[in-house]
């Protein structure tokens, strides 16, 4: 099992720049597929972007897509999301998960059976 904590969240001013890490314990991390989602109030949770096990592949959704970059380092355990060009409508709670199988949508909540407590992004006008 791994166990996604995320950190990194906090208050931008639109344009500005966050990077969200993701630090997942366990010592199978590289068999484990990654993504984050966010969840803005009164919104259902939805894909940002996500890594496959390898790293080889990655899938962004198309309102960050350009903007956003999802990465992993297999040293640390850890997955990034740099965030730039921050907008005000990026404002949620994001969230880091993990997913331990193959072949399914990495753009699918249901894909993933581990999650973090999520980390607050504020961006504001």
């Known amino acids: 099992q791994v166990q996604p904590v995320e950190s990194g969240g906090g208050l931008v001013q639109a344009g500005g720049s966050l990077r969200l890490t993701c630090a997942a314990s366990?010592?199978?991390?590289?068999?484990?597929?990654m993504g984050w989602f966010r969840q803005a109030p009164g919104k259902e949770r939805e894909f940002v972007a996500a890594i496959s096990r390898t790293g080889g592949i990655t899938y962004y959704a198309s309102s960050v897509k350009g903007r956003f970059t999802i990465s992993r380092d297999y040293a640390k355990n850890t997955v990034y999301l740099q965030m730039n060009s921050l907008k005000p409508e990026d404002t949620a709670v994001y969230y880091c998960?993990?997913?331990?199988?193959?072949?399914?949508?990495?753009?699918?909540?249901?894909?993933?059976?581990?999650w973090g407590q999520g980390t607050q992004v504020t961006v504001s006008s």
């Open positions: 366990g010592r199978t991390f590289s068999t484990y597929a």
């Open positions: 998960a993990a997913d331990r199988n193959d072949g399914r949508d990495l753009r699918a909540r249901n894909a993933y059976e581990y």
